[in-house]
């Protein structure tokens, strides 16, 4: 129903920014949350950031204050804005929406989401 497609990502040194776009395309459908998942190698995907709704927020403790997450309804991009970047946000990171009913309750869990994009590298090199 929905594709997501992530850019953006690349390698940038430690305190430096980076910007991650997501673009939707498809057969346009409700999108009752969005928001950015990352997986370091070996480790479980986990939690940055989302939209619940059309005006909730909701961050990582490990991100909030550095990164920002917004979009462009006109454009359907979703963005992540990551700021003093460190070492530890090295990941592939993920775009993901909430295009149906998944059963999941638990927003911050990656089962909640129906649809990913395929992800794009980010590396913070010190």
């Known amino acids: 129903q929905v594709q997501l497609v992530e850019s953006g990502g690349g390698l940038v040194q430690a ?15 409700s999108r009752s949350a969005m928001g950015w998942f990352r997986q370091a190698p070996g480790k479980a995907r986990e939690f940055v950031a989302n939209f619940i709704g ?5 961050y990582a403790a490990s991100v909030k204050g550095r990164f920002t997450i917004s979009r462009d309804n006109a454009r359907n991009t979703l963005y992540l804005q990551m700021n003093s970047l460190k070492p530890d946000d090295t990941a592939v990171y993920y775009c ?9 309750s638990v927003h911050t869990a990656p089962s909640f989401y129906d649809a990913w994009g395929q992800g794009t590298q980010v590396t913070v090199s010190s």
């Open 96 to 104: 993901a929406a909430r295009t149906g009913t998944t059963g999941a």
């Open 54 to 58: 059309s005006t909730t927020i909701y």
């Open 15 to 29: 305190g430096g920014s980076l910007r991650l776009s997501c673009t939707a395309s498809g057969r346009t459908v």
